[in-house]
Structures are given as C-alpha cells and as structure tokens.
T-cell receptor, first 111, second 106 residues
Framework: NAGVTQTPKFRVLKTGQSMTLLCAQD?????MYWYRQDPGMGLRLIHY???????AKGEVPDGYNVSRLKKQNFLLGLESAAPSQTSVYFC??????????FGPGTRLLVL | KNEVEQSPQNLTAQEGEFITINCSYS?????LHWLQQHPGGGIVSLFM???GKKKHGRLIATINIQEKHSSLHITASHPRDSAVYIC????????FGTGTSLTVIP
C-alpha cells in the first residue's frame, strides 16, 4: 500500500494563479482532511470530508475549495492564490476512530 | 486561545538522557495523539490513547483525563529521536499543539 500520497510535492505560484492539490489514499478510509502548517503555529484544518461526495469547512477555509468525487481522492483548490497561502499543506485520512495517516506534504510558495 | 498547549517548545538533550514532553488541553476529547515530524517534513502517528499508558520501544505515552494532561517520555534518547513532537486531541474536531522541537546531541 502506498498509504497517503500528495501531488505535487512543491509548487511556486504567482498571485492570482489557480492550482489544485491532489491527495490520494489506498486504505479505503472514510475520513480525509486538508491541513496547513505555518511556522510557530500548529496544524490548522482547512476542509475535511467524512465520505465520498461530502465536504465540510474547517478552521481556516477561506480561499480554498475542496471536492471528494471518489472515496480515495480529496482535492484542494486555490482559485486565486495569495501570498498568505504560502504554506506547507498536509493531507490525512483515517478510518472510524483510528489514528490519522498523513501524506508527505506539499510546499507551496505564492509570490 | 490554544486548545492544546505543549511544553517545552524546544528541548536539547544529551544522548542517553530521559526526556519528557508535556501536553495540556482544554477541550473535551475522545482521544489524544502524539505525532512525530522529522526534518524532512513527514508526520507519523506515534500513539493514540484515551486513558492510561502506552509503550512502544523506548517511547511511553501517558494521559490523565481528569487533569487534561498527557506526557510523552523517551528513554535512552538517541540522535535519531531528533524531531518535532506534536500533541493533538480529537474532540469535535482535531486540535493540534505547536510542537516541541527535540534535538539529541551525540
């Protein structure tokens, strides 16, 4: 099993550009999460999904959209990137009340 | 207001020392997690516990539900233990501490 994978690993965007981050898991987990990690701050939840076709807002959802069209994939979109969205993005998944499994992260730099 | 507080923020130890990292939380939880993040960035779950104590190799995690406090202990620390250790709790959602950066010097 590959576990949780994220694409791309690193990306540089200009302000106003759009992009989609892909998270994929092969563990048949119901729950999937997108977090951002910034220096001096804990991981913060952007959006999450409790199952295929459902999504919900987390702590810091503004400027992001998500979709979960297939159970194994959770996409995070930035429609118009801003420098404040420079961060490291982590995807995670879990089954039921088990622990989360994290992806390797995506480093995003918005100029 | 941080729902999860960790101490210390930074910790340097000599190889072989016994290490303790503390976590206090202010929300009702169903579980507490200890995560490890190495300099490469990847995050790995070390423990998930809702009561008592768990042990895995040289790592021990304890939780006191009444006091809303957990500790992560590392016995006989080694330079490969150098990482950021993150406490997280599961309540209505996941809440994360800001992490404890541990450096173990040979």
């Amino acid at each position: 099993n590959a576990g949780v994978t994220q694409t791309p690993k690193f990306r540089v965007l200009k302000t106003g550009q759009s992009m989609t981050l892909l998270c994929a898991q092969d563990m048949n987990h119901e729950y999937m999460y997108w977090y951002r990690q910034d220096p001096g701050m804990g991981l913060r939840l952007i959006h999450y999904s409790v199952g295929e076709g459902t999504t919900a807002k987390g702590e810091v959802p503004d400027g992001y959209n998500v979709s979960r069209l297939k159970k194994q994939n959770f996409l995070l979109g930035l429609e118009s990137a801003a420098p404040s969205q420079t961060s490291v993005y982590f995807c995670a998944s879990r089954r039921g009340r088990e622990t989360q499994y994290f992806g390797p992260g995506t480093r995003l730099l918005v100029l | 207001k941080n729902e999860v507080e960790q101490s210390p923020q930074n910790l340097t130890a000599q190889e072989g020392e016994f290490i303790t990292i503390n976590c206090s939380y202010s929300v009702g939880i169903s579980a507490l997690h200890w995560l490890q993040q190495h300099p490469g960035g990847g995050i790995v779950s070390l423990f998930m516990l809702s009561s008592g104590k768990k042990k895995h190799g040289r790592l021990i995690a304890t939780i006191n539900i009444q006091e809303k406090h957990s500790s992560l202990h590392i016995t006989a620390s080694h330079p490969r233990d150098s990482a950021v250790y993150i406490c997280a709790v599961t309540g209505n959602q996941f809440y994360f501490g800001t992490g404890t950066s541990l450096t173990v010097i040979p």
